[in-house]
């Protein structure tokens, strides 16, 4: 995939409908600068977005991924790569996700120790603001847990190592479920046995 290639592809579109940097954005719902970025070859449109950006822009997905215009008997062959690099973006953007949640687990811990050891030290000279420190200390604790698990739960998948099947769990089951890592005790919907089952990052 070749983003600068592809970045001018999109500008090119963009100018032969007529549209403005900022119209185009608009339209999408995002930034200016968004779009810009995408021209200049810096980064690729969101995953969620692309659908309606081709439209706008007149083209087909596997146009935008090839980054430029595909005549029509080659289309088959550009439309398997395509799935393939729909694959690898998914896959990125779950990656992503999921670092993205250690980082903040990893950032909340000296935040709640520090709300909780302050907290009880305090307490006995302002009890007052001793229980606020604490309760932000528990709210920290909390707040990461609900984020962190949410973050989980919406990247990628989890895959049953009894029968294969890949799936999105309730995130009921998620937060129920024992972990160790992001491997999960939960029960397959399709064969319908426990385990722990793996993530993966796309179906
Ligand atoms: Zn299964």
Known sequence: MDQEKIGKFIAACRKEKGLTQAVLAEKLGITNRAVSKWENGRCMPDISIIPELCELLGISVSELFKGERIASEKFEE?????LLEMRKLEENSN?????FEKVLIFLSIPVYVLFI???ALIMSVMMPL???LLASG???VIIC????????HDAGYYECPDCGERYVPEMKAVV???HIGTSRKMKCPSCGKKGYHKKVMVK
């Open 145 to 152: 847990a609900v984020v962190g698990l949410k973050i989980e």
């Open 117 to 119: 050891i302050s907290g």
């Open 95 to 99: 990656k992503k996700l999921l670092s």
């Open 130 to 132: 001793g229980i606020i």
């Open 138 to 140: 528990f709210a920290t």
């Open 78 to 82: 550009s439309s398997n790569e395509l």
């Open 176 to 178: 129920m479920a024992p």
